[in-house]
């Protein structure tokens, strides 16, 4: 087999073999839906946040107020700032439970998310397979050489 035999072979050989660039179409589009949800999931958890973060800078402020204001004996400072330490580590213990129940919010929507994708991938993958392995054998099939009728003895 001469090198130019080998290089028309092969030619042959990869126009024989099916291409369907629409299974890579496909997988773009759901990566890029599963990313488009877990975008969405993110930032509707920093939303909250937020949310949470600035009430609660704007009640400490407020509270911070009381604290600031003249007093008429020395225990009332004593006695303004243990009520603002009491008021603050309740609120702390409110906003941190707060910030785990969002936090558990987003990892259940995350997962739910990505074991849905799993099973939509495994599905488009055990088709594409299919798909490509069906093509292929039909390939093969135009590919293969004719038998020759055996000759009687």
Known sequence: MTNNDYSAMMKDMWKALPVDMSAMEDAFKTSAAL??????VALEAAGKS???STQWAQDTLAKMNDVSKAK????DYAKAMTDFATASAE???????AFTEIAKKVQMETVELMVTAGKDMGQEA?????KAASEMAG???KAAPAKK???AK
Do not use: D
Not at 91 to 97: G, L, S, T, W, Y
Not at 126 to 130: C, E, G, K, M
């Open 50 to 52: 937020a949310e949470l």
């Open 126 to 130: 055990s088709a594409a397979v299919q």
């Open 91 to 97: 609120v702390a213990a409110e906003n941190m439970a």
């Open 35 to 40: 990313s488009e949800k877990l975008s969405g």
């Open 149 to 151: 009728p055996a000759r």
């Open 139 to 141: 390939a093969a099939q």
């Open 72 to 75: 008429e004996e020395p225990a």
